[in-house]
């Protein structure tokens, strides 16, 4: 009976197809914008995440602290020192890589061709720290980072820039000014979420970075990359207190140090993303219920134009329940249709979007499924008083009507 019913909706609908389709265009658009929103804010969340695990996994950067511009500082301002990671090396004892790290942009010169990029001087505990490994080639050996030798390692944008397809292992590269031997090639990693080119590097020992490129001895940054299986929670705390030892902060006083912790960050970032999507998904959601009061207007007008119809049914013997579910199904797979047609239109317009904003195609099954069940509740719901108005009139009453 209820596959009959079925055919019975899907005939009335294409007996007025034009009216069908403007009746389900609510529900397309609602449905529609729904699915696009949620699918790309899970893409753009899943993109931070990723840019982020890019810096490394469970890393925690510490820097000094910086005043408020404009603002009276709490703490005296003070550089990073080699003491504060001799200090982390020897107190951590939860972190696998603890790193030093100063950064400059430089011009970096191979024959007749330059570029602009960032010079990084680290050491080895650097690629550990960062979950970077070197694509050819090899990392620098204990001598050269004690003795500051003027070797380095190429960013894949580097390396295409001044060698294309080449190896230029053993090659030299003039560094602002000063001349050096390439010993290896990173890998790949790619554009961060913030647009910038994480391959557009050239590593070099920490000392011949200070000595021959920075003219100081002073330490931008530390990364501390946690061990496996500690929560980065616990590394922070440890870390502040090393530091605050290792700069004899008093007790009462501010630290004049920061931590980021990496993972908290981006948490932080997809909760943001997260929250955003639900916001948007919320405010689509509005147009099925404008689309589930089209659906009830439209039954209402097919109640009243097969009031006949319905009389003769009645008159011949069919119930109440008969009627009801008729219209009811009607509404209902009126309103699926315009819920399957939204899913499609909604997965090609997010699976455009993806490709143009450049983040992962990430649609959800739960979602997916929630949108057509909700859709044919919607046809339930506001398919309802028409059906039972057709339902309960009289006989005698529809077959009068002209």
């Known amino acids: 009976m209820i596959w009959e019913t079925v055919k019975l909706a899907l005939r009335s609908i294409r007996r007025n ?22 699918t790309i804010g899970s893409g753009t969340t899943q993109k931070v995440k990723n840019d ?32 504060d990671l001799v200090g982390l090396r020897k107190g951590l004892t939860n972190a696998k890589a603890v790193s030093a790290a100063s950064q ?73 000014r000063t001349s050096c031997k390439v ?43 946690a061990q496996d299986g500690y929560a980065t929670s616990d590394v922070q705390d440890s870390i502040e207190t090393i530091m605050r030892d290792a700069r004899r902060i008093a007790p009462d006083a501010d630290d004049n140090f920061e931590v980021r912790d990496m993972t908290q960050i981006a948490d932080a970032m997809a ?5 955003m999507t639900g916001m948007l998904g919320a405010l689509a959601a509005v147009s099925l219920l404008v689309g589930g009061i089209g659906i009830m207007n439209i039954m209402l007008v097919s109640v009243t134009e097969r009031t006949r119809e319905i009389g003769i049914r009645l008159a011949i013997g069919a119930h109440e329940k008969h009627i009801l579910i008729q219209f009811l199904v009607e509404a209902t797979v009126l309103s699926l249709l315009g ?11 997010a699976g455009l979007a993806a490709v143009m904003m450049s983040i992962p195609f990430a649609p959800s099954i739960p979602v997916i499924l929630l949108a057509v069940g909700f859709s044919a509740l919607i046809g339930m719901v506001f398919g309802f008083f028409p059906a039972l108005r057709g339902a309960r009139l009289s006989p005698i009453d529809a077959l009068r009507h002209e």
């Open 17 to 38: 197809v034009l009216r069908s389709f403007l009746t389900l265009l609510g529900i397309v658009i609602g449905v529609a914008a729904v699915i696009a929103m949620i």
């Open 52 to 83: 982020i695990s890019k810096l490394g996994s469970n890393l925690l950067v510490v820097r000094a602290a910086r005043p408020e511009r404009g603002g009276l500082a709490s703490f005296t301002p003070r550089q990073l020192e080699e003491k």
């Open 104 to 176: 400059r942009t430089v011009r970096v010169v191979y024959g007749a061709d330059n570029i602009a990029a960032s010079i990084t001087g680290t050491d080895n505990d650097f690629f550990t720290a960062r979950d970077w490994n070197i694509a050819s080639g090899r990392s620098f050996t204990e001598s050269e980072v004690r003795g500051g030798t003027g070797v380095c390692i190429l960013g894949e944008t580097v390396r295409r820039q001044f060698f294309g397809a080449g190896d230029p292992d053993g090659m030299s590269i003039r560094v602002n």
């Open 183 to 225: 010993i290896g090639v990173l890998e790949s990693k790619g554009t961060s979420g913030f647009g910038q080119d994480q391959d557009n590097v050239v590593m070099m020992p920490l000392a011949a970075f200070q000595r021959r490129i920075a003219g100081n001895r002073n330490i931008d940054a530390i990364y501390v990359a």
């Open 271 to 275: 909760s943001a993303t997260t929250t």
């Open 339 to 349: 819920g399957l047609i939204g899913i499609a239109l909604g997965l090609s317009l």
